[in-house]
């Protein structure tokens, strides 16, 4: 099975999570970093066509997911088939805080491009127990 993690990082703390990874990874970049940017212009999508597993990833910004990996999600085609898992980062140590917003976005999006999720974790960047949650969610992710 071919996999690989499609992230957004714009402070290195998703990166640094996707880099713990032993999975192939590539980064979306946008023409701005700017997390209040309305219009959003794509300069590198990951090309997953051939990819079986995909693993999204991208911070949370203002109690949602970051609008660059929004945009790159709904620039998508049909996922149907793939296997999905979801994580997030961000500052608060509660999920409601951002975290599981976040991923409600995200995993909609997947529907409407008929994917599926099969795992999706939230890693809440001020928690005691973000290492824990990190190894955890790796092993659990990378299980085929």
């Not at 999975?23 to 940017?37: F, R, T, Y």
């Not at 995993?107 to 955890?136: A, L, M, T, Y």
Request: glycine fraction near 4%; hydrophobic fraction near 40%; charged fraction near 25%.
């Amino acid at each position: 099975m071919e996999s690989m993690i499609v992230y957004y990082s714009k402070t290195q703390n998703t990166e640094s999570v996707v880099k713990r990874f032993d999975i192939q990874a590539k980064m979306i970049k946008a023409q701005s970093q700017d997390p209040n940017q309305k219009h959003i212009v794509l300069l590198e999508k990951p090309d997953i066509r051939n990819v079986d597993h995909i693993i999204f990833a991208c911070p949370v910004h203002g109690f949602q997911a970051c609008r660059i990996m929004k945009a790159y999600l709904e620039s998508l085609d049909d996922l149907r088939g793939k296997t999905i898992d979801l994580f997030v980062t961000h500052h608060f140590r509660f999920a409601w805080l951002g975290g599981i917003q976040a991923l409600k976005q995200m995993r909609q999006i997947i529907h409407k491009k008929n994917g599926v999720v099969r795992h999706e974790r939230s890693i809440n960047w001020k928690s005691h127990k973000r290492e824990s949650d990190i190894q955890e969610m790796i092993q659990l992710f990378q299980k085929e």
